[in-house]
């Protein structure tokens, strides 16, 4: 699976991980597939329930209004970011426990400026190769 993703939308994820601090930011990525390319379009930020600083939990009516936004646009929740406070952009073992929509895009950034992006197929999490494009 690759991923195009525009670079304003890379800054953004970015930021959000650097303005959360300590905490574990996190949102929805709303895009189309097309074949073995996923195209992101738009961030859909959300609040993080976890009360524990190393976990996120989307707010469900946050995953709701993503939904409703992406169908509204034509479009899909195709993944999630969040980032990891610990500097490590590699999905933890709490995330692949969360994990469940088969080919969902998972994206993690760190406050340092790291951004990976994996896939969940057939139980774990693969790497993705990303690229960004201008729009
Ligand atoms: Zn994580």
């Avoid at 930020?45 to 209004?65: M, V």
Wanted: proline letters at 5%.
């Amino acid at each position: 699976m690759k991923l195009r993703l525009p670079q304003a939308l890379a800054v953004k994820i970015l930021a959000e991980a650097r303005a959360a601090g300590g905490r574990e930011c996190c949102g929805l990525i709303l895009g189309s597939l097309d074949g073995e390319t996923a195209v992101a379009a738009a961030l859909h930020p959300a609040r993080n329930l976890a009360p524990a600083s190393d976990r996120f939990e989307i707010a469900p009516e946050d995953h709701f209004s993503a939904l409703r936004a992406a169908r509204g646009s034509g479009q899909a929740v195709i993944g999630c970011y969040h980032s990891h406070p610990n500097g490590v952009a590699r999905p933890s073992a709490h995330d692949l426990e969360g994990a469940g929509e088969e080919n969902f895009l998972w994206l993690i950034a760190t406050p340092g400026g790291e951004l990976a992006a994996f896939v969940y197929r057939g139980g774990s999490m693969l790497g993705a190769d990303w690229v960004t494009s201008s729009s």
